[in-house]
C-alpha cells in the first residue's frame, strides 16, 4: 500500500515550453503533498507544501509563478514549470502524506531536462 | 531553522561488515527523524523513523537507529550488509504533527555507500 505515482518519469523539452509533472496517491488520500527538487549529487530541497483545495505554500527562494502548483483533488497534485530555462534542469520529486496519520511516501521522481 | 548534517559523503564497506552511518541534526523542538535509501535515478524508500518512545527503532532490510537526544544523532545501522545495500542514504528531519507524520522534510546531503566484494 501507500504508492505514489509521479508522470511522466522523464521529459526533454525546448528552452521555453512549460511542463507539467503529476503526482498521484494511489491506494490512500492524501490531504497534503510536498514538491522537492534534487540536482545532480546533491540533496533534496523542499520547494513547496501542497494542501488540497488551498494554495500551495512556497519556500523560500522559490518562484511560485515559476513552479505552479495545484492540488485539486485529495489524489492528484500537478507541478507545472513554465516557461522552462536549462537552469530549470534537476530531478524533481514528490510525496504524499495519507489524511491523518504516517510519514510521507515518495514518489519514483521526474528528471527534466531543458534542452 | 532545522538542519541536517551528514559528515560521511561516502563510505565504502565490505560485503558481510557491519555499517554506521552517520547522522546529526540541529531542531529547536522534538524532531521527527527518518532514514530514506534511493537508488540511482529512482525516488526514496523511507527505511525506518523515530517519533517517539522507544529510541532505537527496527527498520527494513536489516536496519536499525537510535535517536541521542543528548548528541542530537540518529545513526543508522545495519550488522551484516549486501551488495544490494549500495545507494545513496538520506537522513531527515521534520515538524511532526498529531498524526504521527511530519510537515516537509529537510535532509541531509546523503552518504553514498560502496560495498566491496
Known amino acids: 500500500g501507500a504508492v505514489v505515482s509521479q508522470h511522466p518519469s522523464w521529459v526533454i523539452c525546448k528552452s521555453g515550453t512549460s511542463v507539467k509533472i503529476e503526482c498521484r496517491s494511489l491506494d490512500f488520500q492524501a490531504t497534503t503533498m510536498f514538491w522537492y527538487r534534487q540536482f545532480p549529487k546533491q540533496s533534496l530541497m523542499l520547494m513547496a507544501t501542497?494542501?488540497?483545495?488551498?494554495?500551495?505554500?512556497?519556500e523560500q527562494g522559490v518562484e511560485k509563478d515559476k513552479f505552479l502548483i495545484n492540488h485539486a483533488s485529495l489524489t492528484l497534485s500537478t507541478l507545472t514549470v513554465t516557461s522552462a530555462h536549462p537552469e530549470d534542469s534537476s530531478f524533481y520529486i514528490c510525496?504524499?502524506?495519507?489524511?491523518?496519520?504516517?510519514?510521507?511516501?515518495f514518489g519514483d521522481g521526474t528528471r527534466l531536462s531543458i534542452l | 531553522a532545522q538542519s541536517v548534517t551528514q559528515p560521511d559523503i561516502h563510505i565504502t564497506v565490505s560485503e558481510g561488515a557491519s555499517l554506521e552511518l552517520r547522522c546529526n541534526y540541529s531542531?529547536?523542538?522534538?524532531?521527527?527523524l527518518f532514514w530514506y535509501v534511493q537508488s540511482p535515478g529512482q525516488g526514496l524508500q523511507l527505511l525506518l523513523k523515530?517519533?517517539?518512545?522507544?529510541?532505537l527503532v527496527q527498520g527494513i532490510k536489516g536496519f536499525e537507529a537510535e535517536f541521542k537526544r543528548s548528541q542530537s544523532s540518529f545513526n543508522l545501522r545495519k550488522p551484516s550488509v549486501h551488495w544490494s545495500d549500495a545507494a545513496e542514504y538520506f537522513c531527515?528531519?521534520?515538524?511532526?504533527?498529531?498524526?504521527?507524520?511530519?510537515?516537509?522534510?529537510?535532509f541531509g546531503k546523503g552518504t553514498h555507500l560502496i560495498i566491496q566484494p
Open positions: 510525496s504524499a502524506r495519507p489524511r491523518g496519520v504516517g510519514p510521507q511516501h
Open positions: 531542531y529547536g523542538a522534538t524532531p521527527y
Open positions: 501542497s494542501n488540497e483545495g488551498s494554495k500551495a505554500t512556497y
Open positions: 523515530y517519533f517517539s518512545g522507544d529510541t
Open positions: 531527515a528531519v521534520g515538524a511532526g504533527y498529531s498524526g504521527g507524520g511530519a510537515d516537509g522534510l529537510t
